[in-house]
């Protein structure tokens, strides 16, 4: 069976470590901290890890830590991938420079590698339109933009196939 390397990246707290475990069920968390006095009680530090089948086709998906303070760890895991999901949280406005920079130290380090932008956090209200996530991120024009919710299963594997599909050079719908 093909295996695929998937990386999962983007600002903290938008749901990267949700949508693993929504796709993979049990996850290998490397590392995670505490946090005091803050929107969540734990955030990623190294990587989260998980495996599925999907299509007949094996993905090993790897979370990279949203804070800056790890970003050494995001040239690491990206190492060798064959794609990535940019995702950004669509009701943080304040998250989406941090975001941009993100997305940039992968285009600039790994160039024409099939990627989707994941509006995440897609339940909830005024959220970021997609226009303005242009605006800031500047992707490609054949860079598709996809609002998601990361704890809903149908929505986690959406884009994911949306991504293998880009992947495997079909076009997108
Ligand atoms: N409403 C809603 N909440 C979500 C969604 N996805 C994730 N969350 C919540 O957002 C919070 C952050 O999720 P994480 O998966 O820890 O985010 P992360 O990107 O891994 O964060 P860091 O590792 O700290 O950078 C958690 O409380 C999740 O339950 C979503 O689609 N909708
Ligand atoms: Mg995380």
């Known amino acids: 069976m093909k295996a695929f390397k998937i990386v999962v990246t983007g600002p903290f707290n938008a749901g990267k470590t949700t949508l693993i475990k929504t796709l993979c069920g049990r996850i290998l968390q490397s590392d995670k901290i505490l946090l005091v006095e803050t929107v969540k009680p734990t955030t990623t530090v190294a990587l989260d890890?998980?495996?599925?089948?999907?299509?007949?086709?094996?993905?090993?998906?790897?979370?990279?830590?949203?804070?800056?303070?790890?970003?050494?760890?995001?040239?690491?895991?990206?190492?060798?991938?064959?794609?990535?999901?940019?995702?950004?949280?669509?009701?943080?406005?304040?998250?989406?420079?941090?975001?941009?920079?993100?997305?940039?130290?992968?285009?600039?380090?790994?160039?024409?590698?099939?990627?989707?932008?994941?509006?995440?956090?897609?339940?909830?209200?005024?959220?970021?339109?997609?226009?303005?996530?242009?605006?800031?991120?500047k992707p490609s024009e054949n860079v598709p933009i996809r609002y998601t919710v990361a704890i809903r299963r149908e929505s986690a594997l959406e884009i994911l196939r949306l991504l293998m599909g880009l992947i495997e050079g079909r076009k997108t719908p």
């Open 49 to 137: 890890f998980g495996l599925l089948e999907l299509d007949q086709k094996r993905v090993r998906l790897f979370g990279t830590p949203g804070q800056r303070r790890f970003s050494f760890m995001w040239r690491v895991l990206a190492a060798g991938m064959d794609g990535y999901i940019m995702m950004v949280d669509s009701q943080d406005a304040n998250s989406l420079e941090d975001a941009a920079h993100i997305y940039k130290v992968f285009r600039e380090g790994f160039p024409d590698t099939p990627h989707v932008i994941s509006a995440n956090k897609a339940d909830g209200e005024r959220l970021i339109s997609k226009e303005t996530i242009k605006l800031v991120l």
